[in-house]
């Protein structure tokens, strides 16, 4: 069983940057897609970005140009660096396979208030 780990949230101004990180419990990003998501309150959970084995990445209209996903294959690792973040990027991120989902983490909370 494969267990993910968010973390890097926090509170941040509109126009301030976070850096996520997604931790996994074994060897994964080399062989699948892996994907960012977010849930914000009263919303249902959508995608972010995602970066296949390849490392081909895609982002949502919503993010293109702030977010960048990558991984660190040696720390098990994925990030998701985010620029210029506004308060409609305000929700908990979650990271997962894009298909055939692993068990869902806790997520991390992001806010972005001023």
């Known amino acids: 069983q494969v267990q993910l780990v968010e973390s890097g949230g926090g509170l941040v101004q509109p126009g301030g940057s976070l850096k996520l990180s997604c931790a996994a419990s074994?060897?994964?990003?080399?062989?699948?897609?892996m994907a960012w998501y977010r849930q914000a309150p009263g919303k249902q959970r959508e995608l972010v970005a995602s970066?296949?084995?390849?490392?081909?990445?895609t982002n949502a209209d919503s993010v293109k140009g702030r977010f960048t996903i990558s991984r660190d294959y040696a720390k098990n690792t994925m990030y998701l660096q985010m620029n210029s973040l506004k308060p409609e990027d305000t929700g908990v991120y979650y990271c997962?396979?894009?298909?055939?989902?692993?068990?869902w983490g806790q997520g991390t909370q992001v806010t972005v208030s001023s």
């Open positions: 074994e060897s994964i990003f080399g062989i699948n897609t």
């Open positions: 997962n396979r894009e298909y055939r989902r692993f068990i």
């Open positions: 970066i296949t084995s390849g490392g081909y990445t």
